[in-house]
C-alpha cells in the first residue's frame, strides 16, 4: 500500500513528518504572521524587531521562531547576543507548489450547463 503523501508530493517522498510539520507550523496566526513580515523585510530581522511589528513579548517572538526553525521554513544566524532570522523561501515554495499541482490535477473542469 502507498503512502497518500507520496502519491500527493512526490517530492517530498519519506519526508512526511516533515512536511507534516511544516503545515503544523503554518497553521498558527502569529507565526503566519511573522512569515509575512519576513517576506516583507526581504532580508533579516532580529527577534526584537519582528516582536516591534507584531505586538508580542520576545519570549513568545521566541517560541513561535523556534518552532518556524524546526519545520526548516526559516534560518537564524547569530551575532553577539542578536539572532536574525530570514526566510528560507525555495523549500516553502516547492512543498506549496506541489500541494497546489496535487489539488489542480484533482479538481474537475468546471461543469457550467447552459440551459435554453
Same mark, same amino acid.
Given at each position: 500500500? #502507498?503512502? *497518500?503523501?507520496?502519491?500527493? %508530493?512526490? =517530492? =517530498?517522498?519519506?519526508?512526511?513528518?516533515? #512536511?507534516?510539520?511544516? &503545515?503544523?507550523? @503554518?497553521?498558527? *496566526?502569529?507565526?503566519?504572521?511573522?512569515? %509575512?513580515? @519576513?517576506?516583507?523585510?526581504?532580508?533579516? @530581522?532580529?527577534?526584537?524587531?519582528?516582536?516591534? =511589528? =507584531?505586538?508580542? !513579548?520576545?519570549?513568545?517572538?521566541?517560541? !513561535?521562531?523556534?518552532?518556524?526553525?524546526?519545520?526548516?521554513?526559516?534560518?537564524?544566524?547569530?551575532?553577539?547576543?542578536?539572532? &536574525?532570522?530570514?526566510?528560507?523561501?525555495?523549500?516553502?515554495?516547492?512543498?506549496?507548489?506541489?500541494?497546489?499541482?496535487?489539488?489542480?490535477?484533482?479538481?474537475? *473542469?468546471?461543469?457550467?450547463?447552459?440551459?435554453?
Amino acid at each position: 500500500m #502507498t503512502n *497518500p503523501l507520496q502519491a500527493l %508530493w512526490p =517530492c =517530498c517522498a519519506g519526508e512526511e513528518s516533515g #512536511t507534516a510539520e511544516l &503545515f503544523s507550523a @503554518l497553521a498558527d *496566526p502569529t507565526r503566519l504572521i511573522l512569515l %509575512w513580515r @519576513l517576506l516583507q523585510a526581504q532580508g533579516e @530581522l532580529s527577534v526584537s524587531e519582528l516582536s516591534d =511589528c =507584531c505586538g508580542i !513579548h520576545l519570549s513568545g517572538v521566541s517560541r !513561535h521562531l523556534a518552532q518556524l526553525r524546526q519545520a526548516q521554513i526559516i534560518d537564524a544566524r547569530k551575532e553577539g547576543r542578536t539572532v &536574525f532570522y530570514r526566510l528560507r523561501a525555495e523549500p516553502l515554495a516547492s512543498t506549496l507548489t506541489a500541494l497546489a499541482e496535487a489539488v489542480s490535477s484533482q479538481a474537475q *473542469p468546471s461543469e457550467a450547463t447552459t440551459e435554453t
